[in-house]
């Protein structure tokens, strides 16, 4: 049999007959062949051995968020606000319980640094409030304590920040167009004909949907 196959290739299938001699025994079918690109236009190719992956992926660290499925997008979209809230309202509590002002929150003759907070709810109330600019009224800051417009003016950087990050990634990863490619169909099949003298392999793009695509561009790749 591999002396068969050596002759005729893995393309043929060996038959063997039965010792009754009524028919032939055909041999199990051969295994599928993995596609070189998927049917969404997705290459089947795995990249290895090339050494400090995880580095060159952190160097552009933007890019490979957008990358990202969307359920570990909203995951570190999540978890980043909810770790810069906390450790925001820990600092403000932090210098609220260094001050005394907690201890003294409800005395009217006291000027404390953040008005009106007393715990560490209150505190991390009042930097809702001030990162998303609902501006309740309730609590305020005072002129009385330095450290805290350092601690304010360091905090609206780092929330600007945060949300040019998180947000323009966000923005980018919605309006790519991956799922625009659900409505292009291809022919199930392609054929190879005479086109301008020359042999050419054609196959059908359908555009299930109205709305035209400007600049739109087609890449194929053949396995000769």
Known sequence: ??????????????????????????AAPKKKRQR????????NVQHGNLGSETSRYLSDLFTTLVDLKWRWNLFIFILTYTVAWLFMASMWWVIAYMRGDLNKAHDENYTPCVANVYNFPSAFLFFIE???????????????????????????ILGS????FLIGC?????????????????????????????LTLMFRVGNLRNSHMVSAQIRCKLLK
């Open 1 to 26: 049999m591999s002396a068969l196959r050596r002759k005729f290739g893995d393309d043929y299938q060996v038959v063997t007959t039965s010792s009754s001699g009524s028919g032939f025994n055909q």
């Open 36 to 43: 070189f690109v998927e049917k969404n236009g997705r290459c």
């Open 130 to 156: 001030t990162e998303a600019t609902i501006g309740y009224g309730f609590r305020y800051i005072t002129d009385k304590c330095p450290e805290g417009i350092i601690l304010f003016l360091f905090q609206s």
């Open 161 to 164: 920040i945060v949300d040019a």
């Open 170 to 198: 966000m923005f980018i990863k919605m309006s790519q167009p991956k799922k625009r490619a659900e409505t292009l169909m291809f022919s199930e099949h392609a054929v190879i004909s005479m086109r301008d003298g020359k």
